[in-house]
């Protein structure tokens, strides 16, 4: 009998955890793809409960990982938050929709500035999410020198102190800066130079890592670590006073995360509902003072002028006008990335 | 029989659907090169495994065998005197002593990981309490050291349970026999105990090695990416360099290596009792 008992038990389970849960109420339910920590998710109840549309909430970690899983294909995503390289390569590979700003009357709040830029030229498949740059974030505690260049990344004083971002785009970024170049190069001497710079770095290194990076800065595991400012702010937020981030005066990455729709996604509409709901004022101040990121929306920047006016004084969240315009934003590769990837994995291994 | 056939056949569809059509498409893309979406792109080509013979990359690969076999050989090293203890415990503790090693398991293998890394971290917990005592600081996060540490946690359970089986299977008036013919502690283990555990110590192996030569999430968070195994170099073609070709090459070495190893193991799961009732 109790065999039975727990054969019933697990069946039970099985079937529960297949069935999806939209069974129950008429609504479409959308599939939100996000970054990993980059929405209050309170917001999505709230959306769900003024539409009655359901929200399946997943997230990645990468830029490549979106990519990966949209073009292995088989699920369907409707809403996703690709940077600015990706969505020029998304666009050219025809993996996204036009969006109909008809549906999307709140888009008026992103401040002009964030409109028609470079990855999306005509502004027709992407709107602004977040804003930020790449830098350095480091314990003051542990770290004596100015962090104002990447060199200090190379400093052997800080040798087993330092963290570098697994990431192909950050990682040799950062080095083609250093040496001068473009964080876009696509010179095989360029890169083969970067290469020789990363290696010669490795040594030095603690370890490569992707989000952990925060926690183990935070924690003072580790004094120096390239990361998005993003981190750096959520630091700041939770009260860490020994805890700073510093740009490059070479200049860095300047970013755009934006919200777009897949191709594959089968409720545009209500996808677009989705989009509008995170461009409300109300709800798109809530989320940047939730997650600490620097909002392109002009009543957020607005609100937190009168709110929080001392973050303005901060590189992570209103980088200084001069590095912003030694920066750049990345741009897709195209074939060239297989030579990025190629010597991540080749610095990695060695 | 035939009815048993029926029953199997959910199975068969499911392992076809899931283990046969994927393990082709690998093989499939291992054997090409081109743009993965346009299966007219794809030609033949073995550019993918000829990357693999790259020196690097064959570093890689030995590199993994040798940490999943020290960190396997560990696991028997603890777990065989483990499993044996709790063979002979009484049977009224022995279930508790069971579910004490069963239920780290029930949590998800990810956040044990976390939890090692801010146990291991350089200022993390266990070098705050070195600290206090006034002890030097443990440096082996990220490290070799930190991910032997976490595959042996990890999968050490893999490799008590099926010893303890073989072990509390054993007829203890064997044992008894041995002891009677004055045979002494060391003796009967040597040549009763030891021999007839066999299966368990194969299958112990066996359940150890494969996800530890495989592992991709303990050498990246343990480890801090500086010296990638095989499984981080598989993850990486496929999540974040989108080279599946290369990717593919690779799961398919990884596939025949383990397939070779598990064949050695077979032979000597099979030979060994043979071996023993000789010599007895």
């Known amino acids: 009998m109790k065999k039975y008992v727990l054969l019933f038990a697990v069946l039970t389970l099985i ?34 409960k003024q539409t009655g549309i359901r929200v399946n909430y997943k997230t990645y970690a990468t830029n490549e990982e979106l990519l990966a899983k949209l073009e292995a294909g088989g699920s369907s995503y409707d809403v996703i938050f690709p940077s600015d390289y990706a969505i020029s390569e998304m666009i050219k590979r025809d993996m996204l929709l036009e969006l109909d700003f008809n549906n999307i009357p709140n888009y008026k ?32 505690d542990m770290v004596d020198d100015p962090v104002d260049s990447w060199d200090i990344l190379w400093n052997p004083k800080y040798k087993g102190q330092i963290l570098m971002k697994k990431d192909v785009r950050d990682a040799l970024g950062a080095a083609l800066k250093k040496l001068g170049y473009s964080m876009n190069s696509t010179n095989d001497k360029e890169l083969e130079e970067a290469k020789a710079l990363l290696l010669e770095q490795k040594p030095l290194v603690n370890g490569y890592y992707g989000d952990e990076i925060r926690d183990l800065i935070a924690n003072g595991d580790a004094a120096l670590g390239l990361t998005y400012s993003g981190d750096a702010m959520d630091l700041y937020w939770e009260g ?48 940047s003072e939730a997650m600490g990121y620097s909002s392109p929306n002009k009543e957020v920047i607005r609100r937190m002028q009168e709110e929080y006016p001392e973050v303005f004084d901060l590189p992570a969240y209103w980088p200084d006008e001069e590095i912003l315009k030694k920066s750049e934003v990345y741009v897709d590769l195209g074939d060239y990335k297989a030579k990025y990837n190629e010597i991540l994995t080749q610095v990695l291994v060695n | ?97 069971l579910t004490l090693f069963i239920v780290p398991i029930w949590m998800n293998f990810l956040l044990r990981t976390y939890a090692w890394m801010s146990l291991l971290s350089p200022n993390g917990f266990l070098n705050r309490v070195l600290m206090w005592l006034g002890l030097p600081k443990l440096e082996i996060m990220p490290g070799k050291g930190a991910v032997l540490l976490g595959m042996v946690y990890n999968f050490l359970p893999f490799m008590i349970l099926p010893i303890y089986t073989v072990l509390s299977k054993i007829d203890k008036s064997v044992i008894e026999a041995a002891h009677d013919l004055g045979g002494n502690n060391v003796v009967t283990f040597m040549r009763i105990i030891l021999p007839l555990s066999v299966p368990g110590i194969v299958s112990g192996i066996t359940m150890v090695f494969l996800p530890a030569v495989s592992t991709f999430v303990i050498s990246g968070l343990l480890g801090g990416g500086k010296a990638p195994l095989i499984g981080d170099l598989i993850e990486q073609q496929f999540l974040s360099s989108r080279n599946w070709h290369f990717g593919s090459a690779l799961s398919i070495i990884l596939m025949i290596m383990i397939l070779i190893s598990m064949a050695i193991m077979s032979r000597i799961d099979k030979s060994e009792p043979e071996e023993e009732r000789r010599k007895i």
Not at chain 1, 119 to 131: G, H, I, L, Q, T
Not at chain 2, 65 to 92: E, H, Q, R, W
Request: negative net charge; charged residues 20%; hydrophobic residues 45%.
């Open chain 1, 109 to 140: 709040y992103i401040d002009e500035r964030f409109k028609n830029k470079g990855y999306d030229p005509e502004n027709k498949y992407s709107v602004p999410y977040f804003w930020g740059t790449i830098g350095i974030l480091y314990n003051t």
């Open chain 2, 1 to 97: 029989m035939q009815r048993r056939g029926r029953i199997a056949y959910p199975y068969t569809v499911w392992m076809v659907i899931f283990i046969v059509v994927p393990l082709f498409l690998i093989l499939f893309y291992s054997f090409t090169e081109g743009d993965i979406h346009n299966i007219k792109d794809l030609r033949f080509s073995l550019n993918g495994y000829k990357k693999v013979l790259e020196p690097i990359y064959l570093k890689v690969i030995g590199d993994s065998f040798l940490l999943a076999g020290i960190s396997t050989l560990i696991c028997l090293i603890i777990g065989y005197p483990v499993a044996m203890i709790i063979a002979n415990t009484d049977a009224k503790y022995r279930n508790l002593l």
């Open chain 1, 15 to 48: 079937v529960v955890s297949i069935v999806p849960l939209d069974g129950c109420g008429s609504g479409v339910t959308i599939n939100v793809f996000n970054w990993g920590e980059y929405m209050d998710e309170s917001l999505i109840d709230e959306f769900e």
């Open chain 1, 240 to 287: 860490f006073e020994n805890i700073a981030y510093g740009i490059p005066k070479e200049g860095t990455n300047l970013w755009y995360d934006c919200m777009a729709i897949p191709s594959s996604s089968k409720h545009k509409k209500e996808a677009e509902m989705f989009i509008n709901f995170m461009l409300d004022p109300d709800v798109a101040f809530r989320n």
